[in-house]
């Protein structure tokens, strides 16, 4: 099966600028994380989907971040504007439920890797 | 936050050798996972062992679980240097949103 696509891989931007990261999970999974990883660390869930719906996004800074799931497939992930501390990596994970709990893995996309001037 | 703190940060084998990896957590847990990082690459499932489970096997992997104590070994036998990479260890709180929580991982290199 295909993995998580993510793209862009790289993206560098003046600060204040806009970004935006996509993400597109394995098929028939209906269980999508967005994740944010700074170098030196473990990922940090932002958000997580069931189907189309946001169910955990008590972690995403809601003044600059914010994030859709269109038909419960395909997701976007939104800064606007970029600070200087957002340089990080975002991985996009997903699962066919909700993973960890149900015994079901998270499989992770190649992340895109940000940089703020 | 982290949930889990790993230990050693890094690791340095030689090829053949085992490595070990520590993991301890702060709350209790459903299951706990293991993942490894290849360097610029995402995270990938390896094992995961439930909180009735004190030990489960994989391949060249073994882990284990000490509920009591709130910590977790990975042991990879035999080390290749193709098991260069960052290895984090993942929990799922008791009652919590099935939220998976990482530690901060071990770099761990193995010399050909």
């Known amino acids: 099966e295909a993995g998580v696509v993510q793209s862009p891989r790289y993206k560098i931007i003046e600060k204040k600028q806009p970004v935006a990261f996509w993400c597109n999970p394995i098929?028939?999974?209906?269980?999508l994380y967005w994740y944010l990883q700074n170098l030196g660390q473990g990922p940090e869930l932002l958000i997580r989907?069931?189907?189309?719906?946001?169910?955990?996004d008590s972690q995403l800074p809601k003044d600059r971040f914010s994030a859709e799931r269109l038909k419960g497939v395909d997701s976007t992930l939104k800064i606007q504007p970029a600070e200087l501390g957002d340089s990080a990596v975002y991985l996009c994970a997903s699962s066919c439920r909700t993973g960890g709990g149900g015994g079901q893995p998270q499989h992770f996309g190649d992340g895109t890797r940000l940089s703020i001037l | 936050s982290q949930q889990g703190e790993e230990d050693p940060q890094a690791l340095s084998i030689q090829e053949g050798e085992n490595a070990t990896m520590n993991c301890s957590y702060k709350?209790?847990?459903?299951?706990l996972q293991w993942y490894r990082q290849n360097s610029g690459r995402g995270l990938v499932h390896l094992i995961l062992i439930r909180s009735n489970e004190r030990e489960k096997h994989s391949g060249r992997l073994r882990v284990t679980l000490d509920t009591s104590k709130k910590s977790s070994s990975l042991l990879i036998t035999a080390s290749r240097a193709a098991d260069t990479a960052s290895y984090f260890c993942?929990?799922?709180?008791?009652?919590?949103?099935?939220?998976?929580?990482f530690g901060s991982g071990t770099q761990l290199t193995v010399l050909p």
């Open positions: 709350t209790s847990i459903n299951n």
């Open positions: 098929s028939g999974h209906n269980t």
């Open positions: 989907y069931e189907n189309e719906e946001a169910v955990d």
């Open positions: 993942a929990t799922i709180s008791s009652g919590s949103a099935r939220q998976l929580t």
